[in-house]
């Protein structure tokens, strides 16, 4: 296996278990990495991407400045994304079944393959379909089905959130279409 195989096979292993309810067909599709210059430690398994970073893995986009990538003893993979404050990090990805996207934004997105767990940091933002939270520091744990949100205060202030405090816009789920007779379905 070449040395940059080798250096590709953490990212693709890493993209696999992004959030649950992404799209399942992604994890089979092949990574297309962009970047202005790369440089690849395999004695300490990491590889670091400079210089308008995109990474596409079927209906998966992520952007940064930045795309650290390290494997850990017991192979777990381990990257942050980087932004920079006039462009954060973004990721995009089609949800399983659904015509809709799962989206966000931070300065910095970390991803930790053994927790299965997506940090965002600074003026963070996640959207899925027309739900969308804001805060400083959110985090989403696929193995519990846990998130949490947190504000920054007015250091934290985005022009979505003014005073910096974590804000959620959570639409009405649609009720059932009514029946042929005119009931409602229940």
């Known amino acids: 296996m070449t040395t940059l195989h080798r250096s590709l096979l953490p990212l693709l292993l890493m993209m696999a278990c992004l959030p649950a309810h992404a799209e399942k067909a992604d994890k089979d599709k092949p990574i297309n990495l962009e970047a202005d210059a790369v440089t690849v430690n395999d004695a300490k398994k990491t590889s670091i991407y400079t210089g308008n970073v995109i990474l596409t893995q079927g ?38 079944g659904k015509n809709e996207y799962m989206e966000g934004s931070g300065q910095r997105i970390e991803y930790d393959g053994r927790m299965d767990k997506v940090q965002l940091y600074t003026k963070a933002w996640v959207k899925k379909g027309d739900d969308i939270v804001h805060g400083d520091y959110i985090m989403y744990d696929a193995n519990a089905e846990y998130a949490e949100v947190i504000g920054g ?10 005073s910096g405090r974590v804000r959620a816009v959570i639409q009405p789920k649609k009720k059932p279409a009514a029946g042929a007779d005119g009931a409602t379905a229940n």
């Open 59 to 96: 209906t998966l986009m992520i952007r940064g400045d930045k795309l650290v990538v390290r494997e850990d003893k017991e192979g777990f993979q381990h990257s942050t994304t980087y932004g920079n404050p006039q462009t954060p990090s973004t990721f995009k990805q089609k949800m399983e």
């Open 153 to 162: 205060g007015s250091q934290a202030a985005t022009p979505a959130t003014p």
